[in-house]
């Protein structure tokens, strides 16, 4: 009886194969699609980096021209004129970065809440462009507009009111040319994220519309915006070609000695001086990304 009721019965299903390890070989694959990034990364940025570090505490004898590993390059790295423009780079990208963060803001915000699309894109796009405009074209244009014979300097009279565009002060105005738009670029996504539902709230509480921004909003957009400052510091300290064609030496900067230790333009044995101002300027980059990065991610949590 068994043997009918087991003939009778439907017949059974082989036994499913072993699922293939799909997960495994997905990361497999991944990792060597990752490997050709590795090799560019490695030869772009490693070699390069070893080279600067390994020239940095090289220091040559003017007589012998030996070769010995010390610190005395970075130590001269950090005195005379080397630390005062090392600390005009400093104060430069801070105050321009300072002044782009607040007027980018206020720009961006008037962007997002404007009715007209169109105005939107058409801001967003130039800012794209203009984050990107820098170098000698930007210098030329400068000069040629707000320069000693400039058009807008001659026509409102502004040598006669004291303005020089070869100064600090120029300077930062020409920095701000291309530092705003990119403060619009990067806080306007921070702006899309506050909800609607946040200024309603405040509203019906009774809240006024500075005490939204003061309580609500701007707590919120501080990590955003302390990340785009940030950004606008590294971006203004590591600037080079505007000002070496517009400024020169009238104004002390970290780019500008490393241009003249390259080439050449200091004293026997201090050739790698040069290679000593770019691993200072590389720490002062690292700490910045090393404040960056935290605040994105915090601001990504807030308005996510």
């Known amino acids: 009886m068994t043997s009918d ?4 019965s439907p017949p059974r299903r082989a036994a499913a194969a072993p699922a293939a390890p799909s997960g495994r070989r997905r990361r497999g694959a991944g990792g060597l699609a990752v490997v050709p990034l590795l090799v560019f990364v490695a030869l772009a940025f490693g070699i390069p980096a070893l080279a600067m570090l390994d020239g940095a505490f090289t220091v040559k004898d003017p007589v012998t021209g030996a070769g010995s590993y010390s610190t005395e390059n970075l130590s001269a790295s950090l005195r005379g004129a080397y630390l005062t423009a090392l600390l005009g780079s400093v104060k ?3 105050v321009s970065a300072m002044i782009a963060t607040v007027l980018g803001l206020l720009l961006a915000q008037a962007v997002v809440t404007s009715r007209f699309r169109a105005l939107r894109e058409a801001v967003l796009t130039a800012s794209g462009v203009l984050a990107n405009f820098g170098g000698v074209p930007l210098a030329f244009a400068f000069v040629a507009t707000l320069g ?3 058009v807008l300097t001659r026509h ?3 040598a006669d009111k004291g303005w020089n565009l070869y100064s600090f002060t120029g300077l930062t105005l020409t920095y701000l040319y291309f530092l705003i738009p990119l403060m619009v670029l990067t806080i306007t ?14 509203q019906n509480n009774g809240a006024t519309h500075t005490q939204y921004w ?3 909003a701007l707590p919120v957009l501080t990590p955003s915006l302390l990340g785009g400052f940030v950004l606008l510091f590294g971006s203004a300290f590591a600037a080079y070609a505007t000002a070496a064609a517009m400024v020169g030496s009238s104004v002390p900067l970290v780019t500008l000695q490393i241009a003249d230790a390259i080439s050449g333009n200091v004293l026997v044995g201090q050739e790698n001086v040069a290679l000593a101002l770019s691993l200072d300027m590389v720490l002062v980059a690292a ?4 404040v960056y990065l935290p605040l994105q991610r915090r601001s990504a949590r807030w308005l996510a």
Request: proline letters at 3%.
């Open 214 to 216: 003061r309580h609500v």
């Open 148 to 150: 000693n014979s400039g």
């Open 189 to 202: 996504p921070a702006l899309d994220g506050l909800r609607t539902q946040w200024r309603e709230a405040a």
């Open 287 to 290: 700490l910045v990304m090393a």
């Open 92 to 94: 430069l990208s801070a």
């Open 156 to 158: 409102l009279g502004l």
């Open 5 to 8: 009721l087991t003939a009778g």
